[in-house]
């Protein structure tokens, strides 16, 4: 697989003119985290709060009357200034303060990309609340662990998706904040319903944001692991530092710049890259609402004049997919700068990207647990198509051995992050035990994915060392699956795995033993198909299904998914002494 990447060495030399870092190599030589920090207000007041840097401080300035969102979809068109993102945001702030709701406190927000998003996420913060989006997707079950194990005090959801919110199996859920409601189910002792419109008309729009330390609470994300429910990545505001300095280094963001990113804030690009790093900038940040559709993505770009583009490895292999034709049909000269993230980045796609868009595509490295950026392509430095570029300065990525020794370069093997960076995780919630797996070798952080660096120091994505699914860019943890499938009266056992697929990535392929008396059929499959989509979300559905009289297991009764993988893909199973049989 290296070889084949790197076959005939081919790069894309640097076009950006003027890039707002131009010297890569001076810049790891001579980087220090406290230069960025001095560009912050909190680092001469030691008030702290990452709604202040993002919005007010840019509405207090001559930036005021300059649109921060644009908010499109195929009914609507919003543009908010600074100022008027400082005065709805104060609102929310104010109004979740009057409940009672207070420092730390975990408030969710589970609602499709709107206006009402984004300045409910800020707003949150900006009242010093910790902020937990919950991707539109999400369907009662998921809905129901992530709020259970947070301990959400309140939500601030709309009238399609309070359906799917199990509000009475929630003890800690006390307030329940509906966006276009006609009517609310009657509040009891534990639960209050509102009205979001009348809640923030009757706020005052000056709310000063509670001030905190670097090291406070600000976001909750749920993400999968190998095993047990998806695990709560929290980040502090501290991760604002790394945030901006990609913004301006990465993303490249100028003044005259309208930005966008495809990504939804349910997922951490939609909230790093879709609200902190734009508006830490100051700049002008498109959100469009609603689903993927090469034209009404292009006319987009076409309409607002897109200069940076931040999008996916399966959205490009799908405007792939619907041709060049569709993409010349639209005037796209104003991109300048375009990323991708989630997923290895085909050389093919950069190759297309090149010669359609006359571009080339940044694939940036990054996890949820990372906060930002740490391995990707700079503006300045040439591309070698299907490397994820090299780390950003300030930062140090090692490639180690299974015993946590440093490898040679051109050796594939444990990508990790010597510790600490700025906007690294500070727990996973309420699992201490967790937080530790990843910091197994002193000093370093253990990412779970295999990569490796050539003789230039550009790192390679080989896979993941374990079992997390890439579906279409959605982190997808195969044991979530699996104890779904379970549920299900005609399953006995699932094991759930990625099987490769040349548009979404992978895509999720379940074995499965039936119950007795349960027959293996194609409404079966279908039944089994709708069942996870109902129960979890349209993303974690296992799109092949294969019957099987059992499964691969350890003598300990664990599922061995690698053995899995391997008859799928045809290939040799591996060790196989620890297994049952
Ligand atoms: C930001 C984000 C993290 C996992 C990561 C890796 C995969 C992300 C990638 C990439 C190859 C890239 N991944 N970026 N693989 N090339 N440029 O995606 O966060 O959802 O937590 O996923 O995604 O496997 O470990 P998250």
């Not at 860019?473 to 490769?500: D, N, Q, T």
Request: proline share 7%.
């Amino acid at each position: 697989m290296v070889q084949e990447l790197r076959q005939g060495e081919e790069i894309l030399l640097p076009e950006n003119p003027n890039p707002n870092l131009k010297d890569y190599e001076e810049a790891r030589r001579t980087f220090k985290w406290e230069d960025v920090e001095k560009e912050f207000t909190w680092y001469h007041t030691g008030k702290v709060n990452m709604a202040y840097e993002a919005i007010d401080r840019h509405a207090e300035s001559w930036r005021k009357n300059k649109v921060a969102l644009i908010y499109v979809d195929r009914e609507r068109e919003v543009k908010y200034t600074f100022a008027e993102m400082k005065e709805h945001t104060a609102r929310v702030a104010a109004a979740l303060t009057s409940l009672g709701l207070e420092k730390g406190d975990r408030v969710f927000t589970f609602l499709p990309r709107s206006p009402e998003l984004y300045v409910g996420i800020l707003g949150i913060i900006k009242a010093g609340l910790v902020a937990g989006p919950l991707f539109e997707a999400f369907m009662e079950t998921a809905v129901k662990d992530r709020l259970m194990d947070s301990g959400a005090k309140a939500l601030i959801t709309n009238a399609e998706l309070l359906p799917r919110v199990p509000y009475r199996d929630l003890p800690d859920l006390e307030h329940v904040i509906v966006v276009g409601a006609k009517d609310l189910p009657p509040s009891d002792g534990k639960t209050k319903f509102y009205h979001y419109e009348e809640l923030v008309a009757k706020a005052p729009r000056d709310f000063e944001p509670v001030w905190l330390t670097r090291e406070d609470g600000m976001i909750l994300h749920y993400s999968s692991g190998t095993t047990g429910k998806p695990k709560g990545i929290y980040h502090v505001h501290n991760a604002m530092i790394q945030q901006y300095i990609t913004g301006k280094w990465v993303l490249d963001l100028k003044e005259e710049d309208v930005y966008w990113t495809t990504a939804d804030p349910g997922w951490v690009t939609g909230t790093s890259y879709g609200i902190f790093a734009p508006w830490l900038n100051g700049a002008t940040n498109l959100v469009r609402g609603g689903r993927f559709s090469p034209d009404d993505w292009y006319s987009t770009i076409e309409k607002y004049r897109v200069t940076v583009w931040y999008s996916a490895p399966t959205a490009f292999r799908m405007l792939m997919g619907a041709g060049e034709e569709v993409a010349k049909k639209y005037d796209l000269s104003s991109l300048r700068h375009v990323l991708s993230v989630g997923e290895p980045l085909n050389p093919e796609v950069v190759r297309w990207g090149y010669r359609v868009y006359k571009q080339r595509i940044h694939d940036t490295w990054w996890m949820t647990e990372t906060g930002a950026h740490i391995c990707v392509n700079f503006a300045c430095l040439p591309i070698k198509p299907g490397s994820m570029g090299k780390p950003i300065p300030g930062v140090e990525i090692g490639i180690l051995d299974d015993e946590g020794n440093e490898l040679p370069p051109n050796t594939p093997g444990n990508l990790c992050i010597k510790t600490p960076w700025p906007s690294m995780f500070r727990k996973v919630w309420n699992n201490e035990a967790k937080y530790q797996e990843y910091f197994r070798f002193p000093g370093w952080y253990i990412s779970g994915d295999v990569a490796m660096k050539d003789e230039d120091g550009y790192y390679w994505f080989l896979g993941r060392a374990d079992d997390v699914i890439k579906t279409s860019g959605y982190r997808v943890g195969p044991f979530e699956i699996e104890s779904k499938l379970v549920e299900h009266p005609a399953v006995m056992e699932a094991g759930v795995i990625g099987k490769p697929d040349p548009e979404r990535g992978e895509i999720i392929k379940a074995f499965v033993v039936l119950r007795e008396g349960y027959q293996p059929s194609e409404e079966l499959k279908k039944e089994l198909m709708e069942f996870v989509k109902k129960g979890l979300s349209a993303h974690a559905v296992p799109r092949e299904i294969e019957f099987r009289d059992k499964l691969p297991k350890t003598r300990s009764g664990k599922i061995v998914r690698r053995v899995l993988k391997a008859w799928e893909l045809g290939l040799p199973a591996g060790d196989l002494s620890t297994l049952e049989d």
